[in-house]
């Protein structure tokens, strides 16, 4: 397995990241894992699922959506679960996807915690439909 930092670039704080590739044979497709309210892409289940989906064939997104932890303050301006609004939430992982969809991976498996759950649902149901 291969894990790359990453920046995906939004208007405002780029949206940071861990890329996961599989070394061992084909890529067969990627995972966006989407975290719950107040987490971030390297604690609990982001930090030791993507090996495991690597394991499989699935290249996998964990990244930070502007609700990561509970306040961030990477610049001047606060940031972080307290701040972050679900429409900002849809945008950072309509970002996100877009990034793998320029890797090549147009219809990522959406995987979501807690509220990333919820978020994972919205993404799905406003999904465009991709030829199979």
């Known amino acids: 397995m291969h894990a790359e930092l990453v920046s995906i670039s939004t208007p405002g704080t780029p949206l940071d990241g861990l890329f996961y590739e599989p070394r061992n044979g084909p890529t067969r497709d990627a995972a966006m ?19 495991h989906l690597a394991g499989i064939g ?17 610049t001047r301006t606060a940031e972080g679960n307290a701040f972050q609004t679900t429409a900002e939430a849809i945008d950072d992982n309509e970002r996100a996807a877009h990034w793998l969809g320029e890797r090549g991976f147009a219809a990522p ?6 509220n990333g759950g919820m978020l994972a649902a ?6 465009p439909e991709t030829p199979a």
């Open 33 to 51: 894992l989407m975290h719950g309210n107040g987490m971030n892409f390297y604690y609990g289940a982001w930090g030791f699922l993507p090996p």
């Open 58 to 74: 699935l290249a996998a997104l964990a990244y930070n959506r502007h609700g990561h932890d509970t306040v961030s303050a990477r």
């Open 109 to 114: 498996v959406v995987i979501g915690h807690r």
């Open 122 to 127: 919205e993404h799905l149901a406003n999904r």
